[in-house]
């Protein structure tokens, strides 16, 4: 009887153990994670598309906002628009459109600029075509006349969009600057060394 030698042994031990690796399909480890996210599309119950649109525009309505084309606001704004946008109360659009005139004349001969900084934008499905959105904002000045740039407030953008013959339009918007939560704060913790003594 003939004994196989070494590299024999070796070839027939690599092909068996080739055939037996293509013999069973091998599934994706990556399928089974549980670290697999799911779609936020289908999770939101958002279109993409739509993401889109209202991205533009909250983002357009604060372009023409920080650079005083107040009219071009207008575009952007459901009929009944409420909340408050850095002081400035939103009570509905034709309320705005009176106000345009007043608003201009208050930032006529400031030599700032300001910028909001919108980030981190987050979408919520609501009733009748509606949309909640969340997002981060900084508010910032730049003095026009020495270059020098301040931030005003940092917080959150919260509101709410409403969709009109394939449009969207602002139906709520508030600026949430957290220089609240620190007054809250400290208020708290006053509160709570009134109470202890």
Known sequence: MLKPTLPVAVLICSFLWII???????????????TVLPDSNSYSGIRYRDQQHIEKVVLSFCEHFDN???DKCLE????SIRGEIDGVKLKGKQNWSAKIGELQKSIKDTHY???HMI??????????????????????????????????????????????????????????????????????????SVKVR
């Open 68 to 70: 005083g084309a107040l």
């Open 20 to 34: 037996s690796c293509n013999s069973s399909p091998k599934q994706n480890p990556l399928l089974k994670s549980s």
């Open 113 to 115: 600029q300001t910028r």
């Open 119 to 192: 980030t981190n934008m987050q979408f919520f499905p609501g009733a009748d075509d509606t949309v909640k959105v969340s997002m981060y904002s900084a508010w910032l000045w730049t003095d026009l006349t020495t270059g020098q740039i301040q931030l005003m407030s940092m917080g959150y953008y919260k509101g709410k969009v409403v969709q009109k013959g394939g449009k969207w339009f602002i139906a709520v918007l508030n600026s949430l600057p957290d220089s609240r939560l620190v007054k809250q704060f400290y208020q708290d913790v006053r509160e709570d």
């Open 76 to 79: 952007y704004m459901d009929d």
